[in-house]
């Protein structure tokens, strides 16, 4: 794009052309201040607070954000007679503004108080009333406290141009006017919190923060949700040790759960010190007891039946250090590869060989989206985000497959109404011979006509759509798929080898590989592959396994069926941050720290390393689950002596070429995959395990995981909108 030169404060500096007034400003340096301005909205001009003077233009004071600069143009940020204009402008502001700052939630952290104190103003020159309206306690989670309000229309651009859920509006006018939502109803939507976060006042605040703690009391930590496969940039906000409230980091965004949904850690229900069963009950019992059983009854039953007859398994929302401690041992000191994970039964096909994902921010650089799956706001709520900006901000065009209606119909520019493989068949057929439906020749021609395409891979596949995708996908030019996966650490447990076939880095178990994995790690390995997840639940009933060590999984609560398989097994522990439905079928039962209580890393759906990082202490006697496993592991005679997740990692840089050079926050590349060219597929498939996804709501974004369900924040949604 071709430049233009701005002069500001005497500074010249070429920008792009296109550029408002404010963005040379802020290429040159110079502060303007704002209120209804920020780079996620198109501009608004409401507050006019970003006045700066222009030379040689009739109106001499203009709006800075809404204001395209031109090519020579002279700018001052600052003078006698715009710090004069910007004082008004907040005078005006403040003449109904109930100034409650020592009550309001937003204090410490409010553009308007902030810039009240900046430029000094003193005693009013109005003395209108201040119109005090009541606050708005009747929405779940969010309240409303209108008499704040500064009518910046960031919260009603946010929940529409970001969101597509067009919550808030301006309603009434003049002095009247408000934002609201359709006839003053509570809030019906995605309750990400989103608004409140951008709301420059208090007018929006969220009542899991309601006098919890002043905002210069708070300090954040940086770290990564644990919802969903996209793994949001956090940052825990704690008070005394404890967290408080979360707020966004790298990704600029949080959907409900990841916002609200951490409490879930602090519920009543988490275990906080080991049990063991006795006479039939689980029992409070001392660390050193329950270890001493795991490792007696596990040398016993290796003993008596053989190590193929105990397996693990392993937990996709654990960090990818508790992944690769858990495999080792099973690996190194029981001597066994029954090593799995449930999750991979809801993993789409061809996950990690074929539909190698994209980087979610880079959505944009695609010209046509083809969503093959309508719940992907749910599934994935920053999946959602990256489409409806991408459309919103930079014009893509969007193909949605939705038989029903939902926010993304809003944006689409062609909505296919039928079942997700006949949309792929008509599109193959259309784009094959030009015949089929009006919708599909006309998604057919704007695929045919993009350079590049993302299509966006439901996050489970049938027989028939896998291939009718790679068949569509022969037909483009240029495609990258974004795979919808629900788990947090999906991804890092699959690459530290919670698999009963591969070793940590994909390598197929083999000769070679074992006697590499033997050397590095030192220790006799099993010869031979090992039983998958559903390979190990079916075992059970004939008596071909004994012992089940599940760390994070609770299959009996996802799959009632499975309890009374479970009951069975000779010697079951589980490890966790809850008495599951599993856990309270087990013989020992350890408690686990949360993901808000320990360290590690995660990689998310993107294959992006990232940093977990410990907020608070583990709850009660909970113990990071690596901790846990390296103790058991001494005391089978095995020699873990990790200090902290630090060394793992260092291990795990070691033994996984992909992770070698990887820097924390970067994703390994597909050049560099081991997955390239590998024929298997890493999905797993049963007829009678885990067949249906347990949703306890209406909404996936309300309802899924065994965590979620704790939160209370999320509980208030899903009561309140039973209610109405
Ligand atoms: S909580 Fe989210 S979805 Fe609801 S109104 Fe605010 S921005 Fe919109
Ligand atoms: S509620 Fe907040 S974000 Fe919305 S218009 Fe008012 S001041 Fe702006
Ligand atoms: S989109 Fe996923 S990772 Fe991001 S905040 Fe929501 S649940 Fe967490
Ligand atoms: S920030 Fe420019 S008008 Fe509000």
């Known amino acids: 794009m071709p430049n233009m030169t701005v002069t500001v404060d005497g500074k010249k500096i070429e920008v792009p052309l296109g550029s408002t007034i404010l963005e040379a400003c802020t290429a040159a340096g110079s502060r303007v201040p704002t209120l209804c301005h920020d780079n996620k909205l198109h501009p608004f001009g409401a507050c006019r607070i970003c006045l700066v003077e222009v030379e040689g233009t009739p109106r001499k004071f203009t709006p800075s954000c809404t204001t395209p600069a031109t090519d020579n143009m002279v700018v001052k940020t600052t003078s006698p007679g715009l710090i004069e204009a910007r004082r008004m402008v907040l005078e005006l502001l403040l003449i109904k503004h109930p100034l409650d700052c020592p009550v309001c939630d937003k204090a410490g952290e409010c553009s308007l108080q902030d810039l009240v104190h900046e430029y000094g103003l003193g005693p009013s020159r109005f003395d209108a009333e201040k119109g005090y309206l009541p606050p708005d306690y009747e929405s779940a989670i969010i309240e409303r406290n209108i008499s704040r309000c500064i009518l910046c229309g960031k919260c009603v651009r946010i929940c529409d141009e970001q969101n597509a859920v067009g919550e808030w509006a301006f309603t009434r006018r003049g002095t009247r006017a408000r934002i609201s939502t359709d006839f003053d109803r509570p809030l019906d939507c995605e309750f990400c919190g989103e608004c409140v976060e951008i709301c420059p006042v208090g007018a929006l605040t969220t009542r899991q923060f309601k006098y919890k703690a ?212 008509d599109l193959v057929k259309a784009l094959s011979s030009g015949a089929g439906s009006e919708e599909a020749k006309r998604a057919a021609a704007m695929l045919k006509a993009a350079k590049n395409v993302a299509i966006i891979v439901p996050a489970q596949l049938s027989n028939n759509e896998f291939p009718l995708i790679r068949d569509l996908a022969g037909k483009l030019t240029e495609v990258t798929y974004y795979p919808l996966v629900r788990r947090s650490n999906f991804q890092g447990s699959l690459d530290m080898g919670v698999m009963p076939s591969y070793y940590p880095g994909y390598r197929k178990i083999d000769e070679a590989s074992t006697a590499d994995f033997a050397g590095l790690w030192n220790a006799v390995l099993p010869e031979t592959t090992g039983m998958n997840a559903v390979e190990m639940i079916k075992a059970i009933t004939p008596g071909k396994l004994a012992a089940l060590y599940i760390m994070g999984d609770d299959p009996a609560g996802s799959d009632p069926g499975l309890k009374g398989i479970l009951q069975k097994l000779e010697f079951l522990v589980v490890q966790d941050i809850f008495l599951t439905e599993t856990a309270k079928l087990a013989h020992v039962v350890l408690p686990a720290a949360s993901s808000t209580e320990k360290s590690g890393t995660f990689t998310n759906l993107e294959r992006r390393l990232q940093q977990v990082n410990k907020a608070e202490e583990p709850i009660g006697e909970s113990r990071p689950d690596w901790e846990i496993i390296q103790d058991i592991a001494r005391k089978m005679g095995g020699s873990m002596k990790y200090g902290s997740t630090r060394d793992i990692l260092a291990e795990i840089r070691s033994v996984v070429p992909a992770y070698k050079d990887l820097a924390l926050g970067a994703c390994w590349s597909r050049e560099k995959s081991p997955l390239a060219g590998m024929a298997d597929d890493l999905s797993l498939t049963s007829d009678s395990i885990m067949k249906q996804e347990v949703i306890t709501a209406e909404r996936l974004l309300f309802s899924s995981g065994m965590t979620i369900t704790r939160s209370h924040e999320i509980r208030t949604i899903r009561h309140y909108k039973i209610e109405v």
């Open 214 to 425: 002043r905002s210069w009391n708070l300090e954040g930590t940086a770290s990564v949700c644990n919802y969903c496969g996209c793994g949001c940039g956090v940052s825990y906000e704690t008070r005394e040790g404890r967290i408080m409230r979360v707020g966004p980091a790298r990704s600029n965004y949080l959907c409900t759960k990841g916002r609200f949904g951490w409490d879930a850690v602090h519920h009543a229900e988490r275990l906080t010190t080991p049990k063991m069963r006795v006479n039939g009950e689980l029992v409070d019992c001392t660390w050193d007891e329950a270890l001493s059983i795991i490792a007696t009854n596990l040398k016993v039953i290796k003993s008596r039946h053989g190590a193929e007859k105990i397996g693990g398994l392993g937990s996709v929302r654990t960090t990818n250090e508790d992944s690769y401690v858990f495999q080792k041992f099973l690996r190194t000191v029981v001597e066994t590869n029954n090593i799995d994970t449930l999750a991979r039964l809801k993993t789409p096909k061809g996950l990690n060989t074929t539909f190698f994902s994209g980087e979610l921010n880079k959505m944009a650089s695609h010209e046509v989206i083809l969503v093959l799956d309508k719940n992907v706001g749910e599934i994935n709520p920053l999946t959602g985000i990256e489409i409806v900006r991408a459309v919103n901000k930079k014009d893509r065009k969007l193909i949605l497959v939705n038989e029903e209606f939902n926010k993304f119909n809003k944006i689409a520019t062609v909505v296919l109404p039928t079942s997700t493989v006949n949309a792929l068949e």
